[in-house]
């Protein structure tokens, strides 16, 4: 089966620009998670969906960041403006109903300058 | 902090070693997994044990849990040149929300 798919892979941006994510989980899967992983640290979860609900989103700096997921299938994670402090790995991961293992994409590398 | 934390910090064995990493937590938990980060890679899934379970295998994996020290084990046996990744743990405190530790950055050396 396909992995989950995460666009782009790199992003270098200037603060206070915008930029965004986006993932397309396994097909099927319910659950979808974004994360942040600094350099150096576990991946910290920004937000979880139950198809197109937010399950968790208690990490997640609203005055800044945004994430949706439409119909329940693909997700796009945004920051608006981005600060220097922003600069990490954001993993997207997807899991199924049935089992209790998430896959992870690559992740996208964003560097804010 | 919902996060765990794993010691050490970083481990460098050589090749055909037992690599051993501990990951300590603070809330009760449903169940405890471990994962495997390769340099700019996303993570993969090793093995995850449940609350009521004490110690699971599999293949050179051995975990172990005890949720009255809230704490877990990896045991990779016969360490290979190809284990050489980060290893978290991650703990879910509900069916399907888990938080990631701080990690473990496991060097074996041919």
């Known amino acids: 089966e396909a992995g989950v798919a995460q666009s782009p892979r790199y992003k270098i941006i200037e603060k206070r620009q915008s930029v965004a994510f986006w993932c397309n989980p396994i097909?099927?899967?319910?659950?979808l998670y974004w994360y942040q992983q600094i350099l150096g640290q576990g991946p910290k979860l920004l937000i979880q969906?139950?198809?197109?609900?937010?399950?968790?989103d208690s990490q997640l700096p609203k005055d800044r960041f945004s994430a949706e997921r439409l119909k329940g299938v693909d997700s796009t994670l945004k920051i608006q403006p981005a600060k220097l402090e922003d600069s990490a790995v954001y993993l997207c991961?997807?899991?199924?109903?049935?089992?209790?293992?998430?896959?992870f994409g690559q992740g996208t590398r964003l560097t804010v300058v | 902090s919902q996060q765990g934390e794993e010691d050490p910090q970083a481990l460098s064995i050589q090749e055909g070693e037992n690599a051993t990493m501990n990951c300590s937590y603070k809330t009760s938990i449903n169940n405890l997994q471990w994962y495997r980060q390769n340099s700019g890679r996303g993570l993969v899934h090793l093995i995850l044990?449940?609350?009521?379970?004490r110690e699971k295998h599999s293949g050179r994996l051995r975990v172990t849990l005890d949720t009255s020290k809230k704490s877990s084990s990896l045991l990779i046996t016969a360490s290979r040149a190809a284990d050489t990744a980060s290893y978290f743990c991650a703990t879910a405190p509900q069916g399907n929300q888990f938080y990631f530790g701080t990690g473990t950055s496991l060097t074996v050396i041919p």
């Open positions: 097909s099927g899967h319910a659950t």
């Open positions: 044990i449940r609350s009521n379970e």
């Open positions: 991961a997807s899991m199924s109903s049935s089992i209790t293992e998430a896959f």
């Open positions: 969906f139950q198809n197109n609900g937010v399950v968790d």
